[in-house]
């Protein structure tokens, strides 16, 4: 599972970028299924960027709740043990991952296209820090 904005794609981008085209291509040639789960309420981006990538999608999942992600492992016929959720956020995409009992990827944010999130990732940076596995 993935999460859209500040992950895939920054808040303004319409269409994703080559690199992350071919992360997901390397992705999908290992047999990788992806669904997208997102916060946001512009169901029409999300939609948009999931049909790019030939991905479900949930919009307004309400993380750091566990519920979207669990509904996207029963449609997708996956559990906890074979299923993660990467996201930029400790506070959401983390949260919610640990709480649904799937493997919990932190990424870098794509962007900081506003102070409040440029913020919150300063805020992180410690508990960035104690993630076990680390790419450099």
């Known amino acids: 599972m993935l999460d859209l904005d500040n992950t895939i794609a920054a808040y303004d981008e319409h269409i994703?970028?080559?690199?992350?085209?071919?992360?997901?291509?390397?992705?999908?040639n290992h047999n990788i299924d992806l669904f997208i789960i997102s916060n946001s309420t512009r169901?029409?981006?999300?939609e948009s960027h999931s049909d790019s990538i030939g991905a479900g999608f949930i919009?307004?999942?309400?993380?750091?709740?566990?519920?979207s992600l669990l509904h996207a492992m029963e449609v997708s016929g996956f559990g906890p043990g074979?299923?993660?959720l990467a996201g930029d956020q400790i506070l959401t995409d983390t949260l919610?991952?640990?709480?649904?009992?799937?493997?919990?990827?932190?990424?870098?944010p794509k962007r900081f296209t506003n102070p409040?999130?440029?913020?919150?990732?300063?805020?992180?940076?410690?508990?960035?820090?104690m993630c076990k596995n680390k790419m450099s």
Request: avoid cysteine; charge should be positive.
């Open 16 to 28: 994703l970028s080559k690199d992350v085209i071919r992360w997901i291509e390397d992705l999908r």
């Open 43 to 46: 169901k029409k981006r999300v």
């Open 59 to 67: 919009t307004e999942s309400g993380k750091p709740s566990p519920k």
């Open 82 to 84: 074979t299923s993660a």
């Open 96 to 108: 919610a991952a640990n709480r649904a009992g799937v493997i919990s990827i932190i990424v870098r």
């Open 116 to 129: 409040f999130l440029a913020i919150r990732f300063f805020l992180e940076i410690p508990f960035r820090a």
